[in-house]
């Protein structure tokens, strides 16, 4: 049975152990546990994370927000990270996740959800078209970071 719900303080341990089990997935670098429960702890406000347990072991998870302006210049919905644990892959735990956030964003006036989507990662891609969603080749995704988020910085 899965139960869907909102990350609480006592589900850190756990959430910890899934962003680092995600780290390796994605082979990228990956702070300490004690490094990731404090920025679970002292997440941005405005910042959720969806939880999905499986007979009470952390599954999959889904980390969102609000953001201004959105459609129509009203407020938007977007998925920053979605990630099922590899046990649960294909067990629907997935769909679950998308289908309370789609519920969540229309409770609370969204009229949208937007996402990104590694281009190379196919199967990632049909997940999300086979739930309705559709890639926009119109646009792009853009990243500044490290020396040149440093330069940008202090140019002005």
Known sequence: MTTLREIEQADFGAMADALIEMQA????HCPTRDAIIEGLRSRPAGS?????????????FACFS?????????SGFFLKELYVRDHWR???VGRKLM????????QDGHARIDW????????LQSFYEML???????????RLTGAELAELAERF
């Open 66 to 74: 609000a953001v201004y302006p959105g459609p129509g210049l009203t």
């Open 116 to 123: 990104t989507v590694d281009a190379d990662d196919l199967r």
């Open 90 to 92: 294909g067990s629907g």
């Open 99 to 106: 289908a309370r956030l789609a519920a969540i964003a229309r």
């Open 132 to 142: 309705g969603g559709q890639a926009l080749p119109a646009k792009r995704f853009f």
């Open 25 to 28: 997935h994605y082979r990228v």
């Open 48 to 60: 959720r994370i969806l939880l999905a347990y499986e007979h009470d072991e952390l599954a999959g």
